[in-house]
């Protein structure tokens, strides 16, 4: 059986199993979703700024400032932890949030939002994706 690289321990918190090079992954993830926050003209900057759902909010700027302000606290809280053996709910959660915003903008910069650019996909970028896919799986097992 595969090592899991999230584990619950006896005290409630999250273990996380993860090598040098897994967490220098999600640190390199975590910086990229604040940079992206931080430039408007960075290329994830359609994915994080759009509104969730266009009818209700986009142009209610209140909206899109409390979304910002969750996506940056989410990576700087992963940047924070990334060293530590265990991380409580919370941290584990903000670590979920911004894999998830890193897949999605990665998809939609690189226009991946179908099948059939996602079959016509080959090299690194791939291997990327299907890293946070992999981490992102793991984590929503054990929260």
């Known amino acids: 059986m595969a090592s899991r690289l999230f584990t619950r321990r006896r005290d409630g918190r999250i273990e996380v199993r993860l090598s040098p090079d897994g967490r220098a992954f999600v640190g390199a993830t975590a910086r990229e979703v604040a940079a992206a926050e931080g430039d408007p003209n960075h290329a994830w900057g359609a994915a ?16 899109m400032l409390s979304r910002q302000s969750e996506l940056t606290s989410n ?3 992963v940047l924070a932890t990334l060293d530590e053996g265990a991380l409580t709910d919370g941290e584990a ?51």
């Open 75 to 77: 990576a700087e809280l």
């Open 48 to 63: 994080l700024h759009a509104p969730i759902d266009p009818g209700r909010d986009a142009d209610d700027p209140l909206a």
């Open 93 to 143: 959660w903000a670590w979920f949030c911004t894999l998830q915003v890193a897949l999605r903008s990665i998809a939609v910069a690189n226009g991946l939002l179908d099948d059939d650019a996602w079959n016509a996909l080959s090299g690194p970028l791939v291997e990327h994706i299907q890293t946070i896919q992999a981490l992102l799986f793991e984590l929503s097992r054990v929260l």
